[in-house]
């Protein structure tokens, strides 16, 4: 079963709107996980990394005001999408890892699409 | 990060084997090289990973080269649902980060 829940799948908000991603760690506790955006038939890019208790670690280029990442328990991480706009639409994907250098765990994705 | 490279797309026959090449000759003495599948429209899904040894399990074997500049993803007979974009990475520390470079698109042919 999953290990990773991401919710929702799919949505989709008008320009100007704030959504919200949740990620879910269903089988161990997650001190840290990580967001990645995809484009249309582009690799995933490492948004940021969300770390329980603290804030998060944004990559270079990534406006840590418009996408708003809270870690308040761990099994849980959410994704805030702030003042929406059409180029923001894409495929966002978290991940956990029990440790490092082991096997990571990816939800299932959501497909953002902002009108 | 030390980066890989990969072929943009790759073809196999159904039942077939295939075996995916990844380079990576500025890998460094503690990067573990891990293998990731993306089928369309899902999130990644790990496939197998390794530090020198090769590696087997259910899913597919990793074959590492002695000077570890290079691996290859071998999967022992290809079947249509193993048509995906699959990502060779290479990871360090505990960080857990995961850097993704663009993939080789394997495409599966009946």
């Known amino acids: 079963g999953a290990v990773v829940s991401q919710h929702p799948s799919w949505v989709i908000c008008k320009s100007g709107t704030s959504v919200k991603i949740e990620c879910r760690s269903l089988?161990?506790?997650?001190?840290?996980m990580f967001w990645y955006r995809q484009f249309p038939k582009q690799s995933l890019m490492l948004m940021a990394t969300s770390n329980e208790g603290s804030k998060a670690t944004y990559e270079q280029g990534v406006e840590k005001d418009k996408f708003l990442i809270n870690h308040a328990s761990l099994t849980l991480s959410t994704l805030t999408v702030t003042s929406a706009h059409p180029e923001d639409s894409s495929f966002y994907i978290c991940?956990?890892?029990?440790?490092?250098?082991?096997?990571?765990?990816f939800g299932q994705g959501t497909r953002l699409t902002v009108v | 990060d030390a980066k890989t490279t990969q072929p943009n797309s790759m073809e196999s026959n159904e039942e077939e084997p295939v075996h995916l090449p990844c380079n990576h000759s500025?890998?460094?003495?503690?990067?573990?090289i891990h293998w990731y599948r993306q089928l369309p429209s899902q999130g990644p899904e790990y496939v197998i990973h390794?530090?020198?040894s090769n590696v087997n399990n259910r899913m597919a074997s990793l074959a590492i080269a002695e000077d570890r500049k290079s691996s290859t993803l071998i999967l022992h007979r290809a079947t249509l649902r193993d048509a995906a974009v699959y990502y060779c990475i290479l990871t360090s520390g505990n960080t857990g980060k995961l850097i993704f470079g663009q993939g080789t698109t394997l495409q599966v042919k009946p």
């Open positions: 089988d161990f506790q997650a001190t840290t």
């Open positions: 991940s956990t890892q029990r440790w490092g250098n082991t096997e990571a765990f």
């Open positions: 390794g530090l020198t």
């Open positions: 500025t890998i460094s003495g503690t990067d573990y």
